[in-house]
T-cell receptor
Framework: DAGVIQSPRHEVTEMGQEVTLRCKPISGHNSLFWYRQTMMRGLELLIYFNNNVPIDDSGMPEDRFSAKMPNASFSTLKIQPSEPRDSAVYFC??????????????FGQGTRLTVV | KQEVTQIPAALSVPEGENLVLNCSFTDSAIYNLQWFRQDPGKGLTSLLLIQSSQREQTSGRLNASLDKSSGRSTLYIAASQPGDSATYLCAVWGGTASKLTFGTGTRLQVTL
């Protein structure tokens, strides 16, 4: 398996533009997570899905952020409109057997977002 | 709210030394604890997973222990090598919220 695949790897956009980050979890994994990493705050959970259903979105910073998981093999994180403070590395992770937490989480390589 | 702390924040050791990284968490009602490695500009690589019922796990030169009741875990690296230089993160599943909560990491540099 190729692991968790994220695209794009790097994104530079102007303030006010819409940004869409994409994630393909490992085949067969039931749970998918979106994290944001910054120097100041470290790794923060934004939202996670179990069987394509959003379970906890309490980490989504504000209404400008939205996430979808239309099927088991694809998820998007959208920021509209983007702001410079959204600049960070966004990671997607997946785990097998959602609801059974005695499993490893596997992370993608991340998307480095820069909003200028 | 689960809080995870890692000490030290940074560590520099000469090659060949054995070293210990520390992780503590405030809510002991966890399902498991996972140690990750992150190289600069890269993603997270899982090193070890310790389930809540286990005391330790070993993989090669790495040994991780878990004392759930005291809210602590350690990652022991034997005979360190320059290739071990990276940031090491611990993360716990569970507590009052069923999610993976990360510590702030320990940045390790192993010098020649």
């Amino acid at each position: 398996d190729a692991g968790v695949i994220q695209s794009p790897r790097h994104e530079v956009t102007e303030m006010g533009q819409e940004v869409t980050l994409r994630c393909k979890p490992i085949s067969g994994h039931n749970s998918l997570f979106w994290y944001r990493q910054t120097m100041m705050r470290g790794l923060e959970l934004l939202i996670y899905f179990n069987n394509n259903v959003p379970i906890d979105d309490s980490g989504m910073p504000e209404d400008r952020f939205s996430a979808k998981m239309p099927n088991a093999s694809f998820s998007t994180l959208k920021i509209q409109p983007s702001e410079p403070r959204d600049s960070a590395v966004y990671f997607c992770a997946s785990t097998p057997q959602g609801g059974n937490w005695n499993t490893e989480a596997f992370f993608g390589q991340g998307t480095r977002l820069t909003v200028v | 709210k689960q809080e995870v702390t890692q000490i030290p924040a940074a560590l520099s050791v000469p090659e060949g030394e054995n070293l210990v990284l520390n992780c503590s968490f405030t809510d002991s009602a966890i399902y498991n604890l996972q140690w990750f490695r992150q190289d600069p500009g890269k993603g997270l690589t899982s090193l070890l997973l310790i389930q809540s019922s286990q005391r330790e796990q070993t993989s090669g030169r790495l040994n991780a222990s878990l004392d759930k009741s005291s809210g602590r875990s350690t990652l022991y690296i034997a005979a360190s090598q320059p290739g071990d230089s990276a940031t090491y993160l611990c993360a716990v599943w569970g507590g009052t919220a069923s999610k993976l909560t990360f510590g702030t990491g320990t940045r390790l540099q192993v010098t020649l």
